[in-house]
């Protein structure tokens, strides 16, 4: 069993940066994607960005060219760097992690951007 555990969430000014990491323990060996999404209020839970086990990345539109996530194998940590913040990017993030059968999913860390 997979647990994912989130930090660096918190309150920053529109233009200003955070950011996540989520640290994963327990079958970590057969994890071979780790992601992130976000939700805001009243909003439907979306996808923000993965990082494969190869290295590859994938970004949702509106967040390429300022989100940046990244992986330390070593530490069994995803991180999302996140610069030039919204007010829309305003939501509660949560990390999730793949293997073949089953997608886990951390308790979830709260940003909130000010205009």
């Known amino acids: 069993q997979v647990q994912l555990v989130e930090s660096g969430g918190g309150l920053v000014q529109a233009g200003g940066s955070l950011r996540l990491s989520c640290a994963a323990s327990?079958?970590?060996?057969?994890?071979?994607?780790m992601g992130w999404y976000r939700q805001a209020p009243g909003k439907q839970r979306e996808f923000v960005a993965v990082f494969t086990n190869s290295g590859r990345t994938n970004y949702q539109d509106s967040v390429k060219g300022r989100f940046t996530i990244s992986g330390d194998n070593a530490k069994n940590t995803v991180y999302l760097q996140m610069n030039s913040l919204k007010p829309e990017d305003t939501a509660v993030y949560y990390c999730n992690a793949m293997d073949l059968s089953k997608v886990y999913w951390g308790q979830g860390t709260q940003v909130t951007v000010s205009s």
């Open positions: 327990g079958g970590i060996f057969s994890i071979n994607a």
